[in-house]
């Protein structure tokens, strides 16, 4: 099988069940912006020399996938029928968890701060970045097309995991991180 196919030449893609659209089209705008998150959660792991974050960041990527294709998919129907996963509360959970526990290595937050420090806690901030991105493009696609709960809910909630891990990170470096003062203070 060739990795290509031509079919988006002229701008279209298909949505998982045929249909097919613009690539500039809200659906695919959302999606896209979830993987490109994907690709930099993975660069982050391959970027950490810590086990523990390199494991909580390849199941982010497993349902980063699968919310790629609940987002690619627009019929409720075919999403069930096709057995396409969706974010559950448990994964927003299990969020929760991972920030609770990476949190107690971390000194309490005073001031904003800025991006930064290793290459690794760098890269976790690049995904934080990206994941807020993705987080307002799936929000739109929910003005014109209701999606779950959970799937924003999952993004808001990843994109604080990924401070956090840049913040442990550059903890476990012993670097500390570099407070935001403003300009002329």
């Not at 987002?71 to 927003?92: C, F, N, W, Y």
């Not at 493009?137 to 990924?162: C, F, I, M, Q, W």
Request: net charge negative.
């Amino acid at each position: 099988m060739k990795i290509y196919t031509k079919r988006g030449d002229s701008g279209q893609t298909d949505l998982f069940g045929g249909e097919r659209v613009g690539k500039e089209n809200a659906r695919v705008d959302a999606y896209g912006a979830v993987d490109e998150l994907n690709a930099c959660v993975g660069q982050a792991a391959a970027a950490t020399a810590h086990a523990d974050l390199r494991e909580i960041s390849q199941t982010v990527q497993g349902l980063l996938f699968d919310l790629g294709g609940y987002l690619a998919t627009p019929s409720a129907q075919r999403r069930e029928k096709g057995g396409v996963p969706q974010p559950e509360a448990s994964d927003i959970e299990r969020l929760e968890g991972y920030i609770d526990s990476l949190e107690t290595e971390l000194e309490p937050l005073k001031r904003f701060i800025l991006p930064g420090g290793t290459p690794a806690a760098a890269a976790f901030h690049l995904a934080r970045t990206v994941c807020r991105r993705a987080e307002r493009r799936t929000v739109a696609l929910h003005r014109d097309e209701p999606l779950s709960a959970e799937s924003l809910g999952y993004l808001n909630r990843l994109s604080d995991l990924l401070f956090v891990m840049a913040r442990v990170e550059n903890a476990r470096a012993k670097l500390p991180d570099i407070e935001w003062i403003g300009r002329d203070r």
